[in-house]
């Protein structure tokens, strides 16, 4: 089992950043990717990005891509998203997932789940 607890969402201005926070706890830290995903009103959740158990591989979606960074300290069991640059559409809930059993961006591979953290950028 893995526990997870997002933090650090809020509203914020077009063009400015915020970092989000997910502590995990439960199983070894190191050993399992972890991504981060978001949902906008009415539309389905979407990946945003991933890390490996070793902090060394990351991936992101396109639209983030060199806004975003996503990076981890396995001795603090802490996952962060630094958003930069950040727009109107990116305005979401934010969640934070753990991939226990390989190294994918699709929801349904992700086993465990942070109850999320809102995200609103105002133009």
């Known amino acids: 089992q893995v526990q997870l607890v997002e933090s650090g969402g809020g509203l914020v201005q077009a063009g400015g950043s915020l970092r989000l926070s997910c502590l995990a706890s439960?199983?070894?830290?190191?050993?399992?990717?972890m991504g981060w995903f978001r949902q906008a009103p009415g539309k389905e959740r979407e990946f945003v990005s991933r890390?490996?158990?070793?902090?060394?591989?990351?991936s992101y979606a396109d639209s983030v891509k060199g806004r975003f960074t996503i990076s981890r300290d396995n001795a603090k069991n802490t996952v962060y998203l630094q958003m930069n640059s950040l727009k109107p559409e990116d305005t979401a809930v934010y969640y934070c997932?753990?991939?226990?059993?390989?190294?994918?961006?699709?929801?349904?591979?992700?086993?465990?789940w942070g109850q999320g953290t809102q995200v609103t950028v105002s133009s």
């Open positions: 997932a753990a991939d226990v059993k390989g190294w994918s961006t699709v929801t349904r591979a992700y086993d465990y």
């Open positions: 439960g199983r070894t830290f190191s050993s399992y990717a």
């Open positions: 890390i490996a158990g070793s902090g060394r591989i990351t």
